[in-house]
């Protein structure tokens, strides 16, 4: 929170954003508020949130900034397991833009002085039109939050107007001032642009994995439901069997009666007539199903061999206009083929240890080998030995027994 001191320093505040823009600000005071749960936010709730602590002098010019998430729950009140210390961050951040008053502090993903809290920051956007500095600064010198600007007082000291030698070396320094801000500006923007890269690749790949799946859902609900047609059909065509051989029965017991059982002989044509309606009516169902199995078989086979739609992620990647690259130990990065994607996901493993020439489980062997190199040996009391021993990087230059035992325990 704000104790004295800082406030004669200078101020904080806390500004939400919206893609680009500056959605909510508070002062620092404020936002401790929420973080202690006294009070919540409804129209934040279940959202992760992008935030900004902003330091400012007392002229209002940017200090530091300190780019965190926040998670609000369901009734809109921060997470309380957070525990980032943004404050001491802002006063270890590096140099960052220059926003008025000189270069900033700057804290964020890509740019964090303390590791371990990574991965709970997020990297601004330099583009031109979604500039968040620009927004900051815009946000800042609007003053919605009241501040009160305190303008330095000017020192009334002499200045020798006649030139001096100095002067050549101070525009050189200032040259070398400027260059370098303009250096740690770009830096900054390859990182955040780095980021945001890595961002877009792993929305991609897990859209790309739901979308497999759900493809895959439904060519299952088809085949089952093409396996319980069939197997009504089958059912159907014995029932039919049964009721043709009932019949042929009945016409041979006909033919046999004799002329004189007029009525045994009406009602036995009754119960044909009966029969060969009933017979027609299941014909009937029968070449319905069979027509109802022809065009679930001609879906199910439009739906395995159709084209991605247009501008989808599948139809990149059958292009090649957008490529899904995957890394497994011993391979590195592997380009997918369109072809091969479906292989792929049904089974990483597999598919990477085909590309190292070996079978599925000798690269599992390997591959344990390679994660936790230590000795495999189990003593006659099932203890294992542990003992380190060199990592081999190459799959195929892997032999079992001999490669994951010590000095002690080789064959």
């Not at 030995?385 to 190459?394: A, L, Y």
């Amino acid at each position: 929170m704000v104790n004295a001191s800082q406030a004669a320093e200078g101020y904080s505040a806390v500004f939400f954003m919206d893609g680009s823009q500056v959605a909510r600000q508070m002062r620092l005071s404020e936002f401790g508020a929420f973080l202690d749960g006294y009070v919540g936010l409804s129209d934040l709730a279940e959202t992760d949130v992008r935030a900004v602590l902003v330091n400012l002098s007392t002229d209002l010019n940017v200090r530091s900034l300190v780019f965190f998430r926040i998670w609000f729950d369901e009734e809109g009140r921060a997470d309380s397991h957070w525990n980032v210390p943004i404050e001491a961050l802002a006063e270890q951040g590096a140099k960052g833009p220059n926003m008025g008053g000189g270069p900033i502090r700057l804290v964020c993903r890509s740019q964090c002085p303390d590791p371990e809290f990574a991965n709970e920051l997020w990297d601004p956007d330099m583009t031109p039109g979604n500039n968040h500095f620009q927004a900051i600064r815009k946000a800042v010198d609007a003053n919605t939050l009241r501040f009160q600007k305190i303008e330095p007082e000017e020192e009334n000291i002499p200045v020798l107007t006649a030139p001096t030698p100095q002067s050549n070396s101070d525009d050189g320094s200032r040259d070398r001032a400027r260059l370098a801000q303009v250096l740690r500006e770009q830096r900054l923007r390859i990182k955040t642009l780095q980021s945001v890269h890595r961002d877009s690749l792993a929305d991609l790949q897990r859209e790309h994995r739901n979308e497999m799946q759900g493809l895959r859902s439904e060519l299952v609900d088809l085949e089952q439901r093409h396996e319980r047609l069939k197997l009504t059909n089958e059912q159907l065509k014995k029932r039919l069997s049964q009721r043709n051989e009932q019949y042929l029965s009945m016409q041979e017991k006909m033919a046999e009666g004799s002329a004189g059982q007029g009525r045994e002989d009406a009602n036995a044509n009754a119960e044909t007539v009966l029969l060969r309606e009933q017979l027609e009516r299941k014909q009937r169902e029968l070449e319905l199903r069979d027509d109802k199995i022809v065009a679930l078989e001609q879906e199910n086979h439009e739906l395995r061999h159709r084209q991605p739609p247009e501008d989808s992620l599948l139809e990149q990647l059958r292009t090649q206009a957008v490529f899904l690259v995957a890394y497994h130990p011993g391979v590195g990065h592997i380009t997918l083929p369109y072809e091969d994607i479906d292989t792929y996901f049904g089974n990483p493993l597999a598919y990477a240890a085909e590309r190292c020439g070996m079978n599925e489980p000798a690269y599992r062997e390997w591959l344990a080998h390679y994660e936790h190199p230590v000795c495999k040996h189990v003593d006659d009391e099932g203890k294992a030995c542990g003992e380190p021993i060199m990592r081999v990087t190459q799959p195929a230059e892997f032999e079992p027994g001999q490669d994951d035992r010590c000095d002690q325990h080789k064959a």
